[in-house]
């Protein structure tokens, strides 16, 4: 699917004949633990469900279109995905974060502090964030809208002034979806009201 086709258009064609064994018309749901190889050394490219499933990389690849993102990875939960994003900074890491966190996101930071693993800074409004930045930063948290006080803070602004620095961006996009707000696209031209909220965990990094 093209980035270039609207939002509408990915999401009404997502998984339409995309399954080239049978034919259907919708993504089947694969429930199978192990799959079959070919010939031995040849793979179909599916081992284990626990490391790739057709249907899994089916929802993968929509979720990277709808954000204009180069893949997606889903996760069992938002606290994994944020787990999962912070495997790829080194120990000592300094990370600027909002200080109104999801509660497990705060609760983790403090263990992984405790343990040395990275260094935290928080910040409560988005001036106090752009003040920060000028210190040395090695990543950039935050949340929009934040959880649980709904505060919003500019995307595209604090990644510009991040990014100059040579600081990676983390959004944690919990409550808006891909339809109101992208931030690896330009999340700052999203700004509805919130009575539009949903549920869908994403954790966007760039």
Do not use: C
């Not at 966190?101 to 988005?126: I, M, P």
């Amino acid at each position: 699917m093209s980035k270039s086709f609207h939002i509408n258009t990915i999401l009404a064609q997502a998984g339409i004949k995309s399954d080239e064994a049978t034919g259907a018309l919708v993504t089947p749901i694969h429930f199978s633990t192990t799959y079959q190889h070919p010939e031995f050394g040849q793979s179909t490219g599916f081992d284990y469900t626990r490391t790739k499933n057709p249907t899994r990389s089916k929802a993968e690849e929509v979720l990277a279109a709808i954000e204009s993102a180069h893949y997606a990875l889903a996760t069992s939960s938002g606290m994994s995905a944020i787990v999962l994003a912070f495997s790829i900074f080194p120990v000592g890491s300094k990370v600027l974060a909002v200080r109104d966190l999801y509660g497990g996101s705060f609760r983790w930071f403090n263990q992984v502090e405790q343990e040395g693993r990275f260094h935290f800074t928080y910040a409560n409004t988005e001036e106090e964030l752009i003040a920060e930045l000028e210190k040395d930063v090695d990543v950039l948290y935050i949340e929009t809208p934040t959880n649980p006080l709904m505060l919003e803070f500019d995307i595209e602004k604090l990644s510009k002034l991040a990014h100059a620095k040579g600081a990676k961006v983390v959004v944690d996009n919990t409550f808006y979806s891909p339809i109101y707000q992208r931030p690896i696209e330009d999340g700052s031209r999203y700004r509805p009201s919130f009575s539009n909220k949903n549920t869908l965990q994403d954790i966007m990094m760039f």
